[in-house]
């Protein structure tokens, strides 16, 4: 069985700072390893995606995310946050035709 | 180039009725999952449709179901509606051809079931 855990469902930063949102997963396969935002009153969009070509991927908007085998994680981070950054992200993890998500983080930004 | 389009955005039903929820895909993508989102939760897989057939379905009851069309979009009808029905259903498509496993989803239709 496949699944994610996110870890603190909400997080607060301050408008310039680091922003991390902990993701971890179970799978008994290889995963595809998703991340994705949601504003408010929108439908999911796509921020980046793990397919084992790299480690380390890069997303839109300033995001990345590090595949951690050892560690069962896949953390987004951005270096320097933005006010726009404010959503809700959901980590996810699929076998193909099923994506299992995680329960979401939102994210606050302070100025 | 449309998205995923979905309809009605919003909509209010009482207990026992039933709801039709329909979603055109985005275009060139084949395949259409639903998905369920109730507040502060994260999407739950309810089923996904290809070449007019349900290839896979998550845990939800038979009252859920769906079809798709020729032109690939989809409708989701939920009979006998609880309040538990309440909730932002998700469409998804994906182009089956391309292996990149990618979701692209509508903006939802907001289903309250009072």
């Known amino acids: 069985a496949q699944s994610v855990t996110q870890l603190g469902s909400h997080v607060s930063v301050s408008e310039g700072a680091l922003v991390l949102l902990r993701c971890n997963y179970s799978s008994s396969v290889p995963p595809y390893l998703f991340w994705y935002v949601q504003y408010p009153n929108q439908g999911l969009q796509l921020l980046l995606k793990?397919?084992?070509?790299?480690?380390l991927v890069k997303g839109i908007n300033g995001f990345e995310a590090e595949f951690k085998k050892s560690e069962t994680s896949f953390h987004l981070t951005k270096p320097s946050a933005h006010m726009s950054d404010a959503a809700e992200y959901f980590c996810?993890?699929?076998?193909?035709?099923?994506?299992?998500f995680g329960t979401g983080t939102s994210l606050t930004v302070i100025p | 180039d449309a998205g995923v389009t979905q309809s009605p955005t919003h909509l209010i039903k009482t207990r026992g009725q039933q709801v039709t929820l329909r979603c055109s895909p985005k275009?060139?993508?084949?395949?259409v999952s639903w998905y369920q989102q109730a507040l502060g939760q994260g999407p739950q897989f309810i089923f996904q449709?290809?070449?007019?057939?349900?290839?896979q379905r998550g845990n939800f009851p038979d009252r859920f179901s769906g079809h798709q069309f020729p032109n690939y979009s989809s409708e989701l009808n939920v009979n006998a509606l609880l309040l538990g029905d309440s909730a932002l259903y998700l469409c998804?498509?994906?182009?089956?051809?391309?292996?990149?496993?990618?979701?692209?989803f509508g903006a939802g239709s907001r289903l309250t079931v009072l």
């Open positions: 275009s060139g993508h084949d395949t």
């Open positions: 793990y397919t084992s070509a790299a480690t």
């Open positions: 996810a993890v699929s076998d193909r035709n099923q994506f299992y």
């Open positions: 998804a498509s994906t182009d089956s051809r391309s292996g990149a496993n990618v979701l692209t």
């Open positions: 449709y290809y070449e007019e057939e349900e290839r």
